[in-house]
């Protein structure tokens, strides 16, 4: 499970350095195998996950019915922009420089720690996001989250 925030530098390759406090969890979790793709909901952000979590949401997605427009999306924007990534020995993971583009991830970004994979966001990007999601919370909360003990 990650969980954290960590503010990092990409470097001029761009590549993310993975905070040490994950790599053992990685190598144990799937072999340092991971795989990058755009976030679902947002489009200021990526999605990396373990190889074994993101076996089982590629099948999940893959199996909607394609012949609906919104299932099409998702699929292209998850599955067909997908790429396989690997930390090297420093521990580094290099974003593509069109998933870096697209999302516009420039030298400082934010690794999110979100359970079963990561976000990674541009700094000033995430901030902005926060400040409106504050503005709105009340408001938007779903009955699920007025249960929730926080």
């Not at 969980?3 to 905070?19: C, Q, S």
């Not at 076996?55 to 067909?80: C, I, K, T, W, Y």
């Not at 995430?126 to 926080?150: D, F, G, I, T, Y």
Request: net charge neutral; hydrophobic share 40%.
């Amino acid at each position: 499970m990650f969980f954290g925030e960590t503010a990092i530098n990409l470097d001029a390759k761009g590549r993310l350095a993975v905070p040490v406090r994950y790599r053992e969890a990685l190598v144990a979790e799937c072999d340092n195998r991971l795989v990058l793709t755009y976030s679902a909901f947002d489009s200021g952000a990526l999605w990396l996950y373990p190889e074994k979590v993101w076996q089982h949401v590629r099948d999940e997605v893959m199996a909607l019915p394609n012949f609906n427009a919104s299932h099409r999306s998702l699929q292209r924007r998850l599955v067909g922009s997908a790429t396989a990534v690997e930390p090297d020995g420093s521990g580094r993971i290099l974003l593509p420089p069109s998933l870096r583009q697209v999302t516009g991830l420039e030298k400082r970004v934010v690794l999110l720690g979100m359970g079963n994979r990561f976000e990674i966001w541009n700094e000033n990007t995430l901030n902005q996001k926060r400040a409106e999601e504050e503005a709105h919370l009340q408001e938007r909360a779903s009955e699920e989250m007025s249960r929730l003990v926080l």
